[in-house]
Nanobody, 122 residues
Framework: VQLVESGGDLVQAGGSLRLSCAGS????????IGWFRQAPGKEREGVAC???????YYADSVKGRFTISRDNAKNTVYLQMNSLKPEDTAVYYC?????????????????WGQGTQVTVSS
């Protein structure tokens, strides 16, 4: 079971990025997949998640700007990030929730990827 994130980059405020979370060894469609981020000196926090029934949930700080989706044929979950702000700067991780329903709690997730760096300049 492995998740690999990609797509992080340096972008100006107001710009967009799309992060990818590719799964291997298991089928992502069967599980709730979450995106999290951790800024320097701060705790890791939940950003968005998508359930096996494709329901989506977002942290208040990203609602209306970020969109989580999945491509089952590619066994990949995406995070489209628009209207980026300097405070979105962080390492972004994806992880798997093996329970039922949804969660944005770090402690509910496992099978973490290695992370991808997003830096938003002002």
């Amino acid at each position: 079971v492995q998740l690999v994130e990609s797509g992080g980059d340096l972008v100006q405020a107001g710009g967009s990025l799309r992060l990818s979370c590719a799964g291997s060894g298991f089928i992502l469609d069967y599980y709730t997949i979450g995106w999290f981020r951790q800024a320097p000196g701060k705790e890791r926090e939940g950003v968005a998640c998508i359930t096996s029934s494709d329901s989506t949930y977002y942290a208040d700080s990203v609602k209306g700007r970020f969109t989580i989706s999945r491509d089952n044929a590619k066994n990949t979950v995406y995070l489209q990030m628009n209207s980026l702000k300097p405070e979105d700067t962080a390492v972004y991780y994806c992880a798997t929730f093996y329970g039922l329903g949804y969660s944005l709690s770090v402690t509910d997730f496992s099978s973490w990827g290695q992370g991808t760096q997003v830096t938003v300049s002002s």
